[in-house]
């Protein structure tokens, strides 16, 4: 743990407060003097919304918007936030105005807990983009499709077989099919079970890191910068986050190294750590200091981009199947009508199962993984349907709102895809937009694909009891169900397609 910050005395931690509140007021004037403001809810003198903040900014921004608009401004100290509620205004400010609006605001909360360099973190520079290019090289959308499909058939198959033999378990095999596929595709290596010493690693940091919420919901470090310099033991926080540093640091470089070996005694593999290794001239211990570090932060922001966000969507799936059996049967009807009972449904069959398509399109709508998009910052002032958007503005896509804009939004219906004019695709909102959207979108949509629809062939999914789950849903960045439990079992004359 690291100890040695110095202590700074009362007096200087008031003159660094007073300092930014100050920072804050001159910065206020002059973006006023300068253009209106997107309209949003008032604040105090100083702190500006800061009693607003809440851990579920997501329901509070949706109901704003009946009030304020589609674009709504707020400040915290000196944070001036825009929020976009609307798919049409993400797509033309982020990608439209994507030369501007592609930075990310400094995440210090994140930052203190050692994920500095992080890709999600990263300002949009050229190690970024470079970070981005290797990523892209593995997981694009042709490189998805041809070097990858062995290890979704192989991961989604070892899902079954566990689903089979303890399904009462099935959050954590959920859990294990993430960290299989993203495990290969971040540092090539294969994990056999979540107690391999590798895992503990990166459980531990992983698992602080989703219980620290969603950048920008609250943490004051976040909107007065110089609370990062208090003594790691003056708050809550500062004690987490101490804490954390080696644990991130660990994650880091445990796999790393794993994959350094593996990669000297098997040649590179498909997966972006050990590509990045081989190009950066690694294998032979020729890797700078820098490069190795660039490419420690790459595979750890893979690992956290990728694990959580799957892991939520197919939680999603088993509570959305538990709680509405017409549709699970209405998809299991389809997928026997098409594939047949004698085998499993492959990627070859899905242009053919439109409704099992449309379930997995409801299941992001009805719950977009992520609440909110990761924040955006800006590079410069802009001006954006008549508003005025200084530069460093903190800007918030409402994923959550967005995929809400819809008839009977609570309502889970597959059938506002189909037909001759179906809902707008969820997949264009839950990945984010512009230069920063989702690298990772095509290997989720196709390992969410293939759980989905070989879990509706082989397994009936229901309630226990007469107890259906509510729609309760965890604070945080991503959208977790609260616990809830199901019952799973193989339909019979299926069990022979599980090996
Ligand atoms: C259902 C699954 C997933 C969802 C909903 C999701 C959603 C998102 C969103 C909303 C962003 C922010 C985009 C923006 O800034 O506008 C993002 C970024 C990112 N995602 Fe995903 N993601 C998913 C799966 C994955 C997977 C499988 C990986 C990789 C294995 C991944 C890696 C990343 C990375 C590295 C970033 C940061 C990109 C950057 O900052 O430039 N994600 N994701």
Not at 194 to 204: A, L
Not at 448 to 469: M, N, Y
Request: charged residues 20%.
């Amino acid at each position: 743990m690291e100890t040695k910050m110095s202590t700074p005395s009362p007096t200087s931690v008031i003159v660094l407060i007073l300092g930014a509140v100050v920072i804050a007021f001159v910065r206020a004037i002059r973006a006023r003097s300068r253009g209106q403001l997107p309209p949003g809810p008032p604040g105090y003198p100083i702190i500006g919304n800061l009693f607003d903040l809440t851990a579920y900014m997501h329901t509070v921004y949706t109901g704003w918007k009946e009030e304020y608009g589609n674009i709504i401004y707020i400040k915290v100290f000196a944070k001036n936030i825009v929020i976009l509620n609307t798919v049409e205004d993400a797509i033309e400010l982020l990608d439209g105005h994507g030369r501007i609006h592609s930075n990310r605001p400094r995440m210090r909360t994140l930052e203190m807990m050692g994920w500095t360099g992080a890709t999600t973190l990263m300002p949009y520079n050229s190690l970024l983009r470079r970070q981005r290019q290797f990523i892209k090289m593995v997981l694009n959308d042709k490189a998805v499709v041809t070097n990858l499909t062995p290890l979704l058939e192989r991961e989604t198959m070892t899902f079954l077989r566990n689903l089979r033999d303890a399904p009462e378990d099935f959050p954590m095999h959920i859990g294990r099919f993430a960290v299989g596929v993203v495990m290969h595709v971040a540092y090539g290596l294969d994990i056999e079970s979540m107690d391999e010493p590798v895992m503990q690693y990166v459980r531990r940091a992983m698992g602080r890191l989703v219980q620290t919420g969603t950048p920008g919901s609250g943490k004051m470090v976040d909107f007065i910068p110089l609370l990062q310099y208090l003594p790691w033991w003056a708050t809550e926080f500062t004690r987490t986050a101490a804490i954390s540093r080696p644990e991130v640091d660990l994650m880091w470089s445990v796999p790393f190294n794993m994959a350094r070996e593996k990669m000297a005694k098997q040649g590179p593999s498909h997966s972006v750590v050990q590509l990045m290794i081989s190009r950066l001239g690694g294998v032979d211990g020729n890797l700078s200091l820098m490069d190795a570090q660039d490419i420690k932060a790459t595979g750890g922001a893979l690992y956290a981009g990728g694990e959580d966000t799957n892991t939520v969507s197919l939680l999603t799936f088993f509570l959305c199947a538990t709680r509405h059996r017409e549709a699970f049967r209405r998809s299991q009807e389809e997928i026997d009508r098409v594939v047949g009972p004698d085998r499993l449904p492959t990627f070859a069959d899905r242009e053919n199962l439109p409704f099992t398509e449309a379930v997995q399109s409801e299941v992001w709508r009805w719950s977009s993984p992520p609440n909110l998009g990761i924040p955006h910052a800006s590079e410069e002032d802009d001006f954006f349907k008549g508003y005025f958007i200084p530069k460093g503005t903190m800007i918030v896509a409402n994923l959550y709102g967005m995929t809400r804009a819809c008839e009977d939004p609570e309502e889970f219906k597959p059938e506002r895809y189909l037909g001759d004019t179906p809902q707008p695709n969820p997949r264009n909102i839950i990945f984010g937009f512009g230069r920063r959207i989702c690298p990772g979108r095509k290997l989720a949509d196709r390992m969410i694909w293939l759980a989905i629809t070989q879990i509706t062939a082989v397994f009936d999914i229901s309630s226990v009891g007469d107890t259906i789950p509510p729609a309760d849903f965890k604070p945080g960045f991503t959208r977790h169900p609260m616990p809830f439990k199901c019952n799973i079992t193989v339909r019979p004359g299926r069990e022979a397609l599980i090996r």
